[in-house]
């Protein structure tokens, strides 16, 4: 009866050690970020200079997005200050609504400081043992890195362009995918800068006859307001936090093959062009309403529900047979021994 007792206390401590082999969260997202110094030594420079203004425009096809990022940069020294700016290229931050945010890869980047090309470089994270990793985003893989010089006491405009596809997203939990389109923009990268973010908009215009209907999630929600294809959040004095991130849930596009999304960039001066014409902080979006958009539901499937019945069966099932052994075998035992005694 003990050993009974000792199997059935062993696997119902060793399956609480079981890995979860299916990972909630939102994958391969498109996304965008601020940047960062990438040394560790220029880590110094954060509290003199400060993020006066950021404006994101955010083209969102079907599939892809071409995302333009302009940035009003403050050196509040009296000293020229010099230094590697990193730009994440993947990562993972985490929500409520979705566990993990996962994104991928960034196409075509490139950096202009003063409206003057700067020369990029790709650096992994572990090539180096110096290098600045930020706490406002885990996971980070790769940068793009390239040198920032800051007059003082002077803004220097830096303006970073690049394209992401978005339709190989997909939202799992358990062993539950559904496939959607996703593009989340990490806001609270800009933190580690001196003071707040005095004044920022991230526009997004809805492209390929994307309509608000397509729209199946936003986070935050009931924040972004509407003007006909156009979306807009403004804030002033913004220290960012996780929960400002934005994240966006749209209806799937089939996955676009590599052949495609090729073609694409390869169409990169078009696009980047295009998105120069849009003076998104000319759009006015008085009296507008916001967006209600809050589905980040599962739809479950057959498969996912077979799934995770086995799962629960290998986890679970061996503990509760024996349980029922056991019951059986005390029962047993205490009905053998009143019929004794009688």
């Known amino acids: 009866m003990k050993k009974i ?5 062993f696997y119902f401590i060793s399956s609480f050690s ?4 299916a990972m909630p969260g939102f994958f391969n997202v498109g996304a965008g970020a601020g940047f960062v110094p990438y040394f560790r030594e220029d880590k110094i420079h954060l509290g003199k200079i400060q993020m006066k203004s950021e404006l994101i425009t955010i083209q969102l096809y079907r599939g892809y997005a071409v ?3 302009e940035y009003m940069m403050y050196n509040h020294d009296k000293k020229k200050v010099n230094m590697k700016i990193g730009y994440p290229v993947n990562g993972t931050i985490y929500n409520n609504n979705t566990n993990a ?11 202009n400081m003063n409206q003057k090309k700067s020369e990029i470089s790709l650096f992994r994270t572990d090539s180096i043992q110096e290098s600045y990793r930020s706490k406002h985003l885990e996971g980070v893989r790769n940068w793009y890195v390239w040198e920032g010089e800051f007059e003082p006491e002077t803004i220097t405009k830096v303006t970073v362009y690049f394209i992401v596809n978005t339709s190989n997203a997909f939202i799992r939990k358990g062993y539950d995918k559904n496939n959607s389109d996703g593009f989340c923009y990490v806001l609270e990268s800009g933190a580690p800068w001196k003071d707040a973010i005095e004044k920022g908009r991230i526009l997004i215009e809805l492209k390929d006859n994307l309509e608000l209907k397509d729209i199946l999630a936003i986070f935050p929600n009931n924040i972004f307001k509407t003007k006909g294809k156009y979306l807009a959040l403004d804030f002033e004095n913004l220290e960012p936090k996780p929960a400002d991130n934005i994240i966006f849930r749209l209806e ?7 052949n495609d999304f090729k073609n694409i960039t390869k169409n990169v001066k078009t696009l980047f062009e295009n998105i120069d014409t849009l003076k998104a902080n000319d759009i006015s979006f008085k009296d507008s309403k916001t967006i209600d958009a809050k589905d980040f539901n599962i ?10 019945f086995l799962t629960f069966l290998a986890v679970y099932g061996l503990p509760l047979f024996m349980v029922v052994i056991g019951v059986f075998v005390g029962l047993s035992a205490i009905f053998k021994k009143k019929k004794n005694e009688i």
């Open 252 to 258: 799937d596009t089939k996955n676009m093959e590599n």
């Open 5 to 9: 007792v000792y199997l059935i206390l």
């Open 299 to 308: 739809n479950h499937s057959a498969k996912g529900l077979t799934a995770n």
């Open 18 to 21: 079981w890995a979860n082999i």
């Open 67 to 69: 995302v333009k990022g």
């Open 101 to 111: 945010v996962v994104f991928q890869d960034l196409y075509e980047f490139q950096v």
